[in-house]
């Protein structure tokens, strides 16, 4: 198995652009969760879903983020538009059992 | 008051000893309890987990829990160049439960 793949590994954009992360869980994982991490505030949980429909987006910071997961084998998180703030590592991390996630390899977004 | 929180170090080791990581939580609920060691740019790896009170150990790493306390602890054993890394600390609130929260981590660096 390959893992969780992410992509792209890292995105260098202009603020006010749209951004979109990818993430193919592994198969047969049925719960998904976005993360950012910074400095300042760790791993934050923006959002996550079981069997493709979204359990929790307490976390997403605000209308400028969404998510979507059409399918079991590929999730979207998309910033429109962007900003400097949401410079950040994102990780989309997968779990079947309750017992521990596995992380993807994470997308870098820098916001200039 | 954060959920989870762990000393941010860093935290410096001679080779072969011991390394303590520390790991308290304010939710009296929470249930299970997880380790993640992050090497720098890369992705949270799973250690170990761990949900009953008392020790749990897996091959050089014991887990301690105490829920009384509310307090969780990582101990490597024999520490080697090759744990410097940061430790991150996460709590579910039941067991098997798929959404995790985070500590900030501690660094720790084991010098030969």
């Known amino acids: ?112 | 008051q954060k959920e989870v929180e762990q000393n941010s170090g860093p935290l410096s080791v001679p080779e072969g000893a011991i390394a303590s990581l520390n790991c308290t939580y304010s939710d009296r609920g929470s249930q299970s309890f997880f380790w993640y060691r992050q090497y720098s740019g890369k992705s949270p790896e799973l250690i170990m987990f761990i949900y009953s009170n008392g020790d749990k150990e897996d091959g050089r790493f014991t887990a301690q829990l105490n829920k009384a306390s509310q307090y969780v602890s990582l101990l490597i054993r024999d520490s080697q160049p090759s744990d410097s890394a940061t430790y991150l600390c996460a709590v579910a609130a039941i067991q098997g439960a798929q959404k995790l929260v985070f500590g900030q981590g501690t660094r720790l660096t084991i010098n030969p």
């Open chain 1, 1 to 112: 198995d390959a893992g969780v793949i992410q992509s792209p590994r890292h995105e260098v954009t202009e603020m006010g652009q749209e951004v979109t992360l990818r993430c193919k869980p592994i198969s047969g994982h049925d719960y998904l969760f976005w993360y950012r991490q910074t400095m300042m505030r760790g791993l934050e949980l923006l959002i996550y879903f079981n069997n493709n429909v979204p359990i929790d987006d307490s976390g997403m910071p605000e209308d400028r983020f969404s998510a979507k997961m059409p399918n079991a084998s590929f999730s979207t998180l998309k910033i429109q538009p962007s900003e400097p703030r949401d410079s950040a590592v994102y990780f989309c991390a997968t779990d079947s059992t309750g017992w521990g996630y596995t992380f993807g390899s994470g997308t870098r977004l820098t916001v200039v």
